[in-house]
């Protein structure tokens, strides 16, 4: 069973770019390991970071159907900052997984706790009539 | 590097030829994990020389020389890496006896290599994709490309797998009996779900996945060479025929589900359903009845019916029941409610589900919607129908189901004059 793991974070404020080095350091030694882990465990389908919220534009096809960008976006947005697609026995990993991404380490070495988003990817498994 | 791909008859001698590869070359080794990794290897060595080179005189004797060629490089880098090299070396030298070519001794390994990757300290998934590799002879990147993961992380959860079974101490031999007798279901549930993945996911994107479905029938076509006493086993391979024969009426073009009683039947392959009855009817004879004969006798009884209106539901009614006293399977009670409902009236088949809302294994699981929506359809309830298909559609984790049951309750929006059932259970 497939899922998808969404980290968001805030436009403002949650800023990584602003850290102190070795926080910073600590952070994306922990994010590398976590993909090690689950690439050795055979769980890892796929992970991407994005982008900064400043690189995104909004997109939206014109009356011709050419692209209109937009590039303002409101201060509380939230924004995607990257994700993980893990295929895993039971929602329950999946969870257990997301739990421990929200816990990477921040500022001071404290965990985050930010909000992961958990939903299943449309992969099946296919109903079992036995 | 370019080559030509290996065509279809040597491909498939390959894939028969794989277990027994693997039979030898673990006989001479011992180590179930290096010895799979070998074959895996010396698999993909013909896959590349034998489109060029022609395939060998002896191919199996090629195979096993090249796969053990393997072992002992792997045995001497250990060796080396170890410092121990006499020892080590004349631990090797014992235990490889001279190349072993006993024809008979090769039917056994496919079975005992079943039901060692059947194990049961392995999930279904693991089981699955180790099965695929070391008895199906496919190689880490079409199983990987069958489920849509990228083939280090399919690598790494075959590894972890021959690491369980190792771990677990089984030893490399034929099961007794009795451990036959125990563990043959596990072995033929796996089979089972390799072909539900393939049957099920033959839609769009996937059209170019290796053919899963296709695999465990030839797989299950072994073992009932090998076993063809047991009833459960012809069993099993007639349900796999006897569904795989609507494989081309299942789906629509643009891969969209049509159910059974809109397919067209007669895209459904003859052959096949020849073929799964004349299985069905020798196994029934034998009078052991198991649950996979009993659904492979429903698949025939729809099979059998020209016209959708001739299916005999009274007698699927009755499988169903039969099926239920021999298993407390929730999936089982719900057919049971869409025959019952074919038989009796949809308010039969309502009273059926509700019995079935209390069951906790069945909690959340989309199936339980969309039948109660079909039957509420049935009985013209169509506002509470387009609630359940709509409730169904919100959780069920496929595409193509997902679109199905968001039309069917989209359908009965837009036309309140109740059409002719048709249910997903294609």
Known sequence: MKYILMMNTMRAGQGVIEWPKKDLQAHIAFMIGLNKELRASGELVSAEGLSFPDQAKLVRAGKDGLPITDGVFPEGKEFLAGYWIVDVDTPERAYAIAARASAAPGPGGAPLNMPIEVRPVMSGPPPETL | MTTKPLDPAAEHLLRELAPQVLGAV???????AVAEDAVQEALIAAFMQWPQEGIPENPRGWLIQVASRRMTDHVRSDVARRHRETAVAMEVEAAAPALDLEPDMDLDDTLILLFMCCHPALTSPSAIALTLRAVGGLTTGEIANAF??????????????????????????????????????????????????????????????????????????????????????????????????????????????????????????RTEISEGIALLTAALAKGSVGAYQLQAAVAAVHDEAPRAEDTDWPQILALYELLKRMSDNPMVTLNQAIAAAMVH????????????????????????????????????????????????????????????????????????????????SC
């Open chain 2, 26 to 32: 673990m006989r001479r080794f011992r180590d179930f």
């Open chain 2, 345 to 424: 009236g949809p308010s039969k088949g309502l009273e059926l589900l509700r019995a079935l809302d209390a069951d906790n294994r069945l909690a959340g699981h989309y199936r339980l919607d969309a039948v109660r929506a079909h039957l509420l359809e049935m009985a013209g309830d169509h506002e509470a129908a387009i609630t359940h298909y709509r409730i169904a559609a919100g959780r069920t984790t496929s595409i193509p189901e997902r679109n199905y049951l968001m039309t069917q309750a989209a359908r009965l929006g837009e036309n309140t004059t109740g059409h002719r059932s048709d249910h997903s």
């Open chain 2, 148 to 269: 849509l993961v990228p083939e280090s992380t399919m690598a790494q959860r075959i590894s972890r797998a021959k690491q369980s079974i190792k771990t677990s101490g089984v030893p490399f031999r034929l099961p007794t009996p009795q451990e036959r007798a125990e563990r043959l279901p596990a072995v033929l549930h796996v089979l089972y779900l390799i072909f539900n993945e393939g049957y099920t996911s033959s839609v769009g994107p996937e059209l170019q996945r290796l053919d899963l479905a296709r695999e465990a029938i030839r797989l299950s076509r072994s073992v009932q060479k090998l076993i063809p006493d047991d009833a459960e086993v012809a069993g099993l391979l007639a349900l796999m025929l006897l569904t795989d024969a609507r494989r081309a009426a299942r789906t629509g073009p643009d891969g969209e589900l049509i159910p059974l009683t809109k397919q067209d039947r007669t895209l459904w392959d």
